[in-house]
């Protein structure tokens, strides 16, 4: 199939030649956006895009009815119109998990320059200074209390990495049990407030929604440890920057971030924020997918849902779909594997103005028979069912079942 994909961010070229090998149309513009991304999406009228870091909004989703497809070439995809997308049936994936070596990665590095003030050696040496009186003062991680909250996949790979630092782990997370965290080797915080309070150290690592805009507060803050480091490399947004920066003056909390807010969009750029006055905040440059190895698994983890799209029609990590539909029953049809069968039970449901919420129909071997399992928002009635019962001769049964 002669899928048309636009690219606009960096894609590793042994991937760009694997799509190709496949068959696909591809359209490499790496460092797109804004106007210039959808103008090149009129023009080319791709059915997929590929985004890394590229903002997707709703006036270039509208732009190209082709458009089925939008693929976030990472984890996150708040940067994407995920609300116009669904409300035009496109379709919106991410790679979720690919980069997590890599992030758990810069957040040990994070915490080894926090606790050594790794950057500041090194801009003062820079500058001719020499200074180990200064720097000999670090306490050590060994035996501190790590505060994970957010046991997803990153967070998970940071708890192994902290085990092995000698660093005792507690952790919080909506879906995180007493089991589990007896799996993972970690003590289960039945609150957030009980991890800023018992932990010398806290590490962040959620998805930015609706929930956890904000989730980490000045509550939060001023229940944490004076002197405690504070870790995030997650999304800017799940922290509030204003109380974090209060508790940084007031509290000496000494903060490791890969995100911030008023990021610039592009790759480079002048930073304006205020955060970058504050000597004991470091901060990296959003880089924590950053690596070669992250974001070839990312490649191929696109490449994985090109592949199931154009053989199924299935959409793999598809972030948009409704998890449970409105349907009240299930209409299910056994019938031989004919021509036109279904579209004449589809009419009678249609007639008694009923909806279909869902719909699978099911080829048995020998292709010859097949089970159609139609979710619908009401039931026919009896005299429906009949007349899809007795209206076709390639209809072996007809049954109605309330969705629980």
């Avoid at 509208?62 to 049936?89: H, K, Q």
Wanted: net charge negative; hydrophobic share 40%; with cysteine.
């Amino acid at each position: 199939m002669a899928l048309k994909v636009l690219i606009a961010d960096k894609f590793p070229e042994q991937s760009l030649n694997m799509m190709k090998e496949r068959g696909y149309t591809i359209i490499y513009e790496q460092g797109l956006k804004d106007a210039d991304l959808a103008e090149i999406i009129g023009k080319e009228k791709p059915e997929v895009l590929v985004v890394r870091s590229t903002k997707v909004t709703g006036e270039m989703i509208r732009s190209e009815p082709n458009l089925s497809l939008v693929i976030r070439a990472g984890a996150g995809y708040n940067t994407i119109d995920v609300d116009t997308a669904s409300e035009l049936s496109v379709y919106v994936a991410n790679c979720p998990g690919k980069n997590a070596v890599a992030v758990a990665e810069l957040t040990m590095g994070l915490l080894l320059s926090l606790d050594r003030r790794i950057p500041d050696n090194v801009m003062d040496l820079r500058q001719g200074k020499w200074n180990k009186q200064e720097y000999s003062k670090a306490e050590g991680l060994f035996g501190k209390t790590l505060g994970i909250i957010g046991t997803g996949t990153i967070g998970k790979e940071v708890i192994t990495r902290a085990k092995v630092f000698g660093l005792k782990v507690i952790a919080w997370s909506r879906s995180l049990t007493e089991e589990k965290a007896a799996a993972l080797g970690v003590v289960c915080c039945k609150s957030l407030n009980d991890v800023a309070a018992g932990a010398d150290i806290v590490s962040v690592h959620l998805a930015l929604t609706d929930e956890t805009r904000k989730l980490i507060d000045g509550d939060f803050f001023r229940r944490m440890k004076e002197r405690a480091f504070f870790i995030n490399t997650s999304r800017a947004e799940v922290v509030d920057e204003e109380a974090l920066l209060e508790a940084v003056k007031g509290r000496h909390i000494r903060a490791g971030l890969d995100v911030v807010c008023d990021e610039p969009s592009g790759k480079s750029g002048d930073f304006t924020g205020d955060i970058k006055e504050y000597r004991d905040v470091y901060c990296t440059h959003h880089i924590g997918a950053s690596t070669n190895q992250a974001q070839q698994a990312v490649a191929d983890e696109v490449l994985e849902i090109l592949d199931v799209y154009v053989s199924t029609g299935k959409v793999k990590n598809c972030v948009n779909l409704l998890s449970k539909t409105p349907a009240k029953y299930v209409l299910s049809v056994r019938h031989r594997n004919r021509v036109g069968v279904l579209s004449e039970v589809l009419r009678i449901v249609r007639e008694a103005n009923i909806n279909v919420e869902s719909m699978e129909n099911i080829i048995f071997s020998g292709v010859q028979g097949a089970c159609a399992n139609i979710q619908v928002d009401d039931s026919p009635g009896e005299e429906a069912l009949k007349r899809i019962q007795n209206g076709n001769e390639d209809i072996h049964s007809v049954s109605i079942t309330p969705i629980a």
